[in-house]
């Protein structure tokens, strides 16, 4: 998969939610798990990545980066 190329994660989470009634579309999260991830942040947990503080968080820039390589990856795979 792109992301493990790209982050070295171990494994992908994918979670779909679509019940919510003012959005009737799909959201569709591709989350990825690292191998140093703490137990107490896998599975369903992982969530709690949301509510961490503006520090904890991955920047923008770091994001599009991240963004940038995994289209890239995936385009050299088509």
């Known amino acids: 998969m792109a992301l493990t190329s790209v982050l070295g994660c171990e494994k992908t989470y994918v979670i779909q939610f679509a019940e919510h009634r003012e959005h009737p579309h799909v959201h569709i999260h591709i989350v990825p798990r690292m ?17 961490v ?20 990856e995936l385009a050299r795979r088509e």
């Open 35 to 51: 191998k140093c991830q703490p137990a107490n942040r896998r599975s369903v947990r992982v969530f709690a990545y949301l509510g």
């Open 53 to 72: 503080s503006q520090e904890e968080c991955v920047s923008e820039g770091h994001m599009n980066e991240i963004a940038t390589k995994v289209r890239a």
